[in-house]
């Protein structure tokens, strides 16, 4: 029997989407538990999005913006058969290219009802995890592993609410405590707030070993990093060889990258940012692995609210994907030591020069 309130039972919830679409919960159940996520193997990829027919990047995905359509064929001109509602999670089937309704991205997934554009439809590999309470008291880092989960006030399924947490989200696990029904909870604090904060399921967190923030090449003393504004695209350079490439997606506006060369000034495993005013508040935890450029805020960092990194975003931050975010933040200098909620250049240090033209 599957468990209130988990991942599991929140798929089936009707107020995800006004038709619920989640019909097949059973295989989207045994999607999820089949396996742990893998972090992709270190290639170089393409700075805008493949045209043609694949398979799909993860078995599910997430909406992450208010709605999204789907469409009969893979165009904004084709039927519309529903509408899907923030946080609703469907089967992938197939990639394919389509319409490209924002500059550089062709690609729409097919669904089991039908097309949606990829923008803010982020691709999925759920796991759930075995509670380990014994090592989540030595402050380690850890990544939500399923769509998302809900932490709250206490470790109970029924306390308020705190925050919903995303996956790929980073925070510090302070601890566990066990629930009257037997299940561990973690309690979570950077990412979340300064001090110790909420408790979220520790089955949807997976508990990150400090050998996986460990520095990339660390022996290598020529690194640098280029982005190109016109292609969308970061480059990461070993004596003078590209290394590492991905999309990235820039701020536009007022809010526009800062054109020139920089050097890597602060580093953080993972933030909660807020800020912003009325309709354009903001309020984003556990962004991962952010590595800071200006004293301002600029940053290359994580973005779980969006699927869409080769084209402007409304701020002025580099968002890149998970993985690559977190290889950037372990290959840069100065390397970060694992406990550090924030690692600041040290004076006499030069940090790893990143170009924007």
Known sequence: ??????????????????????????????????????????????????A?????????????????????????????????????????????????????????????????????????????????????FNWLWGEITVPYTDARLRPDLEAGLYLRLYYTGVFRVIGAVQDTAGRWWYRLQEGAGYGPGPYALAEDIRL????????????????????HLAARTLLAYENNKPVMRCCVSLGNGNFGAPIGRHTVLVKYPTARLIGGEGANRYDLPGIGFLTFLSWDGVAIHTAYWHND????????????????????????????????????????????????S
Not at 11 to 21: C, D, H, I, P, W
Not at 214 to 225: A, G, M, Q, W, Y
Not at 328 to 356: D, E, K, L, N, Q
Request: hydrophobic share 40%; charged share 20%; glycine share 4%.
């Open 1 to 50: 029997m599957v468990e209130a309130g988990t991942i599991f039972d929140k798929l089936m919830n009707k107020r995800l989407n006004r038709r619920n679409v989640l019909r097949s919960s059973s295989k989207l159940a045994a999607l999820a538990l089949a396996g742990a996520a893998t972090q992709p193997a270190l290639v170089l990829t393409s700075g805008s999005r493949q």
């Open 52 to 136: 043609g027919t694949e398979p799909p990047p993860a078995p599910l995905a997430q909406v992450t913006t208010d709605f999204v359509n789907v469409r009969r064929a893979p165009s904004a001109r084709a039927a519309l058969v529903d509408v899907l509602l923030r946080d609703a999670i469907m089967p992938l089937t197939e990639q394919v290219a389509g319409q490209a309704l924002k500059p550089n991205n062709p690609i729409w997934y097919r669904t089991n009802l039908g097309f949606v554009y990829s923008d803010f439809v982020r691709p999925i590999t759920p796991t759930k995890n075995i509670p380990d309470p014994t090592r989540a």
């Open 208 to 227: 990150i070993d400090p050998a996986e923030l460990t520095p990339l090449s660390p022996e290598v003393s020529d690194k640098r990093i280029e982005i």
């Open 309 to 356: 990194s080769a084209r402007p975003r409304r701020r002025g931050c580099l968002n890149v994907p998970a993985w690559a975010a977190k290889w950037i933040w372990r290959w840069t200098v100065p390397p970060a030591p694992y406990a550090s909620a924030g690692y600041i250049t040290p004076s006499g240090v030069i940090g790893t020069p990143v170009i924007i």
